[in-house]
């Protein structure tokens, strides 16, 4: 299985960025996709979840109403729209996948990307 996160950059505060995340090696839609970032010097931490359609998705209350997670099934592609970003989102942003949903804790997630580098300028 592999995760390969892109999308990553450095943009303004109040400005917007979109990462992906393109899954092989699995059956895509069987899949819970993850958003989790890691800012320097402190734990990872969740930011939100996509259901297996996309049909709901949960997030942290850190983001909630700026990110938005989205998936394609048919492209085997999982997205976080960031919007309205600020210097306190800067991390490294990984995605994440398990077959069960509901879960905000990284140990629980059976399969992880390599992160991208998130940098916002204030």
């Known amino acids: 299985v592999q995760l390969q996160a892109s999308g990553g950059g450095l943009v303004q505060a109040r400005g917007s960025l979109r990462l992906s995340c393109a899954a092989s090696?699995?059956?895509?839609?069987?899949?819970?996709m993850a958003w989790f970032r890691q800012a320097p010097g402190k734990e990872r931490e969740f930011v939100g979840f996509?259901?297996?359609?996309?049909?709901?998705?949960n997030y942290a209350d850190s983001v909630k109403g700026r990110f938005i997670i989205s998936r394609d099934n048919t492209k085997n592609t999982a997205y976080l729209q960031m919007n309205s970003l600020k210097p306190e989102d800067t991390a490294v942003y990984y995605c994440?996948?398990?077959?069960?949903?509901?879960?905000?804790?990284?140990?629980?997630?059976?399969?992880w990307g390599h992160g991208t580098q998130v940098t916002v300028s204030s």
């Open positions: 090696g699995l059956t895509f839609s069987n899949y819970v």
């Open positions: 996509s259901s297996w359609s996309g049909g709901s998705a």
């Open positions: 994440a996948a398990d077959r069960s949903l509901g879960k905000i804790t990284s140990t629980k997630y059976a399969y």
